[in-house]
């Protein structure tokens, strides 16, 4: 019996030692940071930014364009990011009615920061709008493409936000297009996180 007892005695304690944990206190040696680790794994939030260009006209042409789009940096000086497209037309004829429509679509950008207020833009939008040329009532809608490269500056607010205004080029100028002017001046602001 005794040597059951020392036996399982043993046994316990061999056991006890393997998964009890050693204690820093006792052991003299430094806690594992967690900080460290926390930094690293919330650094990719200051690299996501997110903007919207908007454009806003009332009168008898009510219009109405706004971008809400999301962002990263992958590296220094370089934005890419992707979004979508509301656009309301309103015009009033006077004496004949008023003529109303909405636009809707996605885009996806590329800017460049050459200085830390100018940049340069690269932007595809697609749109689904109606066809102005079509005979048929309702007019039937369909996906149109935009190719814009332009210039910007950027006014800095703070460290974490910015106004932007930009002057694009719609270098694809076609019948359907929504813009009257191959030059668009687009207004904006850029966010990002802590």
Not at 80 to 90: A, P, R
Not at 135 to 152: H, M
Request: charged content about 15%; glycine content about 8%; proline content about 6%.
């Amino acid at each position: 019996m005794k040597q059951l007892i020392i036996t399982l005695t043993l046994l316990f304690s061999l056991t006890f030692n393997l998964f009890s944990q050693t204690d820093s206190v006792y052991t003299g040696e430094r806690p594992k940071s967690t900080k460290a680790m926390k930094e690293k794994n919330e650094e990719w939030k200051k690299k996501v930014t997110y903007d919207a260009n908007f454009q806003l006209f009332f009168g008898t042409v009510t219009y109405f364009y706004i971008t809400p789009s999301i962002g990263y940096i992958p590296f220094k000086n370089c934005n890419i990011g992707f979004g979508g497209i509301y656009n309301y037309t309103s015009i009033s004829y006077s004496g004949y009615g008023r003529f109303t429509q909405s636009m809707f679509g996605m885009h996806s950008y590329l800017r460049y920061s050459i200085t830390p207020n100018f940049f340069v833009q690269g932007q595809f939008d697609k749109l689904y709008q109606p066809d102005w040329f079509s005979t048929v009532d309702p007019r039937p809608r369909v996906w149109v493409d935009y190719g814009l490269a332009g210039i910007g500056y950027c006014q800095p607010v703070g460290n974490l936000f910015s106004f932007n205004t930009s002057l694009m080029y719609n270098l694809t100028p076609q019948k359907l297009s929504i813009y009257p002017s191959p030059i668009i001046i687009q207004f904006g602001f850029t966010g990002r996180f802590k």
